[in-house]
C-alpha cells in the first residue's frame, strides 16, 4: 500500500513543473515580441532600382543574391553603403540612410563606360536592303551583324529600288541589339491599251482576269513585263517601269496574223456538270496550239485547218478538243467539267 505522505508530496512537485514550463513560454513569447518590436516595426527597408536592370548590389561590401531591381531588408535604421555594378557599365556607389518602420527607394542611372561598344543584327522585309550607320556605308545588305559600334544615339539610313527609304535615329545600348525594320513599297498607276481593244493582258506572265484597256492602281514600283494578245492578233510584249507617284501609259498596236486560208471563228464556253446533271457556267483558261489565249467563254478567231483546245480548270483533268476552223464561219464548242472527271 502507497504512502500517503508520499502521495501529497507529489503533488506540490508536479505542480512546480507546470510552473516552471509557464514560465518559460511566457519569457520566450515575449523575448519573440521584443525582438519583433525592435527589429521588425522599428526597421526599414531598401528598394533598389536601375537603369539598366540586372545590375549587382553590394550593401556594406556584402553581395546581395537578387540584381535590380530588388527589395531589401528588414535593415536596422542608419547609414550604409551602396554600390552597383553592371557589365559595360560604370560602378555607381553611394551612402544611403534606411529610415525607421519605412521603405528607401533609390533609382540610379547607370552611365556608360568610355571604351564600351556593341552590336547590331539588323533585318529588314524585304531582306537586301543597303544600310548606312551615321556617315559609314555598310558593305553588306540586309540582314547584317554591324560589331564594334560606340553606345548612344545612331542615325540610320536604309534603302531599297522600290521602297520608301527610311531615315531615322536609334539609341544603341552597350549589348547586343536586334532591329527590324519594315520597308514600305512604293506605288504607282498602269495603264493598259490595245488597237484594237479587248486584248488579253499577261502581267509577268499572269494572265488577268481583265482585258483592254485596264488601269491598275496603286501598283507597286518597279520593272513589270506586259504582253497582249487578241485572236487573229500576233502577240505583243513591252517591259515598263512603275514609278512612285506616277501613272505609266503602255499602249500596243495589234499585228493582224496572215493566212492563205483565211479565217474562222470558234466561242467556246464551259460549265461544271453537278451529279443531278445542273450546268454551272465556269472560266477556263483556253490554250490553244500550245499557247495561252485566255478564258471562256469567249469567241476566239483563228486561222482555217485544224487546231487543238485544251481547257485548263483547277481542280479537274484538262478538257481537249481538236478542232477545225473553216474560212468565214463560226462554229461553237461547250467544255463540260464534272466530279467523275477528276
Same mark, same amino acid.
Request: proline residues 7%; aromatic residues 8%; positive net charge.
Given at each position: 500500500m502507497q504512502n500517503p505522505n508520499k502521495?501529497?508530496?507529489?503533488?506540490?512537485?508536479?505542480?512546480?513543473?507546470?510552473?516552471?514550463?509557464?514560465?518559460?513560454?511566457?519569457?520566450?513569447?515575449f523575448s519573440c515580441f521584443m525582438a519583433y518590436q525592435l527589429y521588425f516595426t522599428k526597421s526599414?527597408?531598401?528598394?533598389?532600382?536601375?537603369?539598366?536592370?540586372?545590375? +549587382? $548590389?553590394? %550593401?556594406?561590401?556584402?553581395?546581395?543574391?537578387?540584381? &535590380? @531591381?530588388? #527589395?531589401?531588408?528588414?535593415?536596422?535604421?542608419?547609414?550604409?553603403?551602396v554600390i552597383l555594378k553592371h557589365e559595360q557599365y560604370q560602378t555607381w556607389d553611394? +551612402? $544611403?540612410? %534606411?529610415?525607421?518602420?519605412?521603405?528607401?527607394?533609390? &533609382? @540610379?542611372? #547607370?552611365?556608360?563606360?568610355?571604351?564600351?561598344?556593341?552590336?547590331?543584327?539588323?533585318?529588314?522585309?524585304?531582306a537586301g536592303a543597303m544600310v548606312r550607320i551615321d556617315s559609314a556605308v555598310q558593305a553588306s545588305s540586309t540582314?547584317?551583324?554591324?560589331?564594334? #559600334?560606340?553606345p548612344g544615339n545612331r542615325n540610320?539610313?536604309?534603302?531599297?529600288?522600290?521602297?520608301?527609304?527610311?531615315?531615322?535615329?536609334?539609341?544603341?545600348?552597350p549589348r547586343e541589339e536586334n532591329l527590324t525594320f519594315m520597308l514600305e513599297h512604293l506605288r504607282g498607276d498602269l495603264t493598259i491599251n490595245s488597237i484594237p481593244a479587248q486584248a488579253s493582258i499577261w502581267l509577268d506572265g499572269r494572265l488577268l482576269s481583265a482585258k483592254t484597256p485596264h488601269r491598275i492602281s496603286e501598283i507597286n514600283s518597279g520593272d513589270y513585263t506586259i504582253e497582249t494578245a487578241k485572236n487573229g492578233f500576233k502577240k505583243l510584249r513591252k517591259t515598263v517601269?512603275?514609278?512612285?507617284?506616277?501613272?505609266?501609259?503602255?499602249?500596243?498596236?495589234?499585228?493582224?496574223?496572215?493566212?492563205?486560208?483565211?479565217?474562222?471563228?470558234?466561242?467556246?464556253?464551259?460549265?461544271?456538270?453537278?451529279?443531278?446533271?445542273?450546268?454551272?457556267?465556269?472560266?477556263?483558261?483556253?490554250i490553244i496550239d500550245g499557247e495561252l489565249q485566255g478564258q471562256a467563254p469567249s469567241t476566239f478567231t483563228l486561222p482555217a485547218g485544224t487546231h487543238k483546245i485544251v481547257a485548263r480548270l483547277n481542280g479537274f483533268p484538262n478538257q481537249e478538243k481538236m478542232i477545225t476552223i473553216v474560212a468565214n464561219r463560226t462554229i461553237q464548242h461547250k467544255f463540260e467539267f464534272s466530279k467523275s472527271s477528276r
Open positions: 502521495m501529497y508530496n507529489a503533488a506540490p512537485e508536479l505542480n512546480r513543473g507546470w510552473v516552471k514550463k509557464g514560465a518559460v513560454t511566457v519569457v520566450v513569447c526599414g527597408f531598401l528598394f533598389v532600382e536601375s537603369a539598366p536592370v540586372g545590375a +549587382e $548590389i553590394l %550593401v556594406n561590401g556584402k553581395q546581395i543574391p537578387q540584381l &535590380t @531591381p530588388a #527589395l531589401i531588408g528588414p535593415l536596422r535604421p542608419g547609414k550604409y553603403s553611394s +551612402e $544611403i540612410k %534606411v529610415p525607421r518602420r519605412d521603405t528607401l527607394w533609390i &533609382t @540610379p542611372e #547607370l552611365l556608360i563606360k568610355n571604351d564600351a561598344v556593341t552590336s547590331l543584327h539588323l533585318t529588314t522585309e524585304p540582314p547584317m551583324f554591324v560589331r564594334n #559600334l560606340e540610320l539610313h536604309i534603302s531599297m529600288p522600290g521602297f520608301a527609304d527610311i531615315d531615322t535615329v536609334v539609341f544603341l545600348l517601269h512603275v514609278r512612285s507617284g506616277k501613272t505609266v501609259a503602255v499602249n500596243f498596236n495589234l499585228a493582224a496574223k496572215k493566212s492563205k486560208t483565211g479565217f474562222g471563228k470558234i466561242l467556246l464556253r464551259a460549265a461544271i456538270v453537278t451529279e443531278n446533271d445542273r450546268e454551272r457556267t465556269t472560266f477556263p483558261a483556253i
